[in-house]
């Protein structure tokens, strides 16, 4: 990646319970791809060892094992990083497909205990623009989604769903991902269990002949 994508470094102070909420990097809005298209990675930076809290969570990644055993409550349950002087994180807001990587999602949670200095680096896509030089819009194009050849009726209810089915969740969250036939999860389509919510083969076929037997009746009936 060349050094030229790069923005300039933002420090950033925190002091205790000072926090900073879930965000992406990714632009959502043209203006902010008008400078070198927008912010493919971010390296993030920490400056000081921070007492207690001010860990960088990612919500949308569960912790390794399920549990970060010695980190605050706030990034106790999801893939985090304490921050330690000399220690950075390198982390990529848009997939190799064009399209946003939800799973960087990112949030800094409460300084619990002593302060915490950061810094950050945001890299686009291309030559970012600083000084007296021309700013570049770089637009994106993602590529096309193949669709599944899907029965009707099996689909997500959360966009969220494919991201998830990656990481595992199919298998560690049943009851959300998949559900059960009474009461389907949100991700039946992600985890291929159309069947939670569609009769498929020997269910459907077995349907169809019950239908064309009470068919049968009515019209002996007539």
Known sequence: MPAGNGEGLQVLRYQKEQKYDAHWDYFFHKDGIANGGNRYATVL???????EGGETVFPN?????GEN???SEC???HLAAKPKKGTAILFHSIKPTGELERKSLHTACPVIKGIKWSAAKW???GHYAMGNEQAEMIEQHPQPKVKQNLPPGCEDSD???PDWAEAGECERNVSFMIGTR???GKCVASCKRCDVVVDTGAERTQADWKKSQAGNRRSLGA
Not at 61 to 65: E, V
């Open 45 to 51: 930076m920490y400056l000081v060892d921070t007492e």
């Open 61 to 65: 990644i569960a912790a390794p094992g």
């Open 69 to 71: 055993v010695g980190f």
């Open 75 to 77: 990034a106790r349950y």
């Open 123 to 125: 890299i686009h896509v």
């Open 159 to 161: 966009e969220m769903c």
């Open 182 to 184: 009474a009461r389907p």
